[in-house]
């Protein structure tokens, strides 16, 4: 995450612009030889990452009030925290250091964003659980104390489907015998 370094409670550096710094960033380490590099950057807060088979890493990341998102992670990408957000402030206003107010023009945009935010978690890819949710992601929330599930067609989220639960859900996980788990 960004540590608040986002210009909105804080007047310091913009640091998930910041190529020198890792923060708002997604890393790639190799686990070998311990060197690291940047993949992509301009993140604001991410709770889940799932390596997906058919599209890649994905990340699940929380927005400010309203565009919590669901990126596609592209090496070299920048997804434009704090410059582009669905979200707000948290109280309804302009995010100080936006250059366009509640778009993705300039940076890569999600391939989903809740609005308002459901406090988006962890985020996991089923397989095995029912013919009906194979290859579907599976994400928890936390305001929206729900699970929900996410179909591609093809490159394109077609929909995410709303499972109440009446929880907050910090974690969810598919165990390999098929069945789920959630954290609450």
Known sequence: GDFHWDGMRSNTELISQNPTAEYGKVLAININTGAAHILSMGHRNMQG????PQH????????PRGGDELNLVREGA????PYETYGTTYERLRIPSAT??????????PLLSWVPSVGISAITRIQ?????????LLAGSLIGQSLFRIR??????????????????RDVHQHTDGRLVLLT
């Open 49 to 52: 990452i799932v390596l997906d």
């Open 78 to 81: 920048n997804y434009g925290w």
């Open 152 to 169: 591609f067609q093809g490159d394109h989220v077609v929909y995410a489907e709303p499972i109440r639960v009446g929880a907050r859900i």
């Open 128 to 136: 095995g659980f029912h013919e009906a949710w194979d290859g579907d």
């Open 100 to 109: 366009s107010f509640g778009r993705h023009d300039n940076y890569e945009a």
């Open 56 to 63: 890649g890493l994905i990340v699940a990341e929380h927005g």
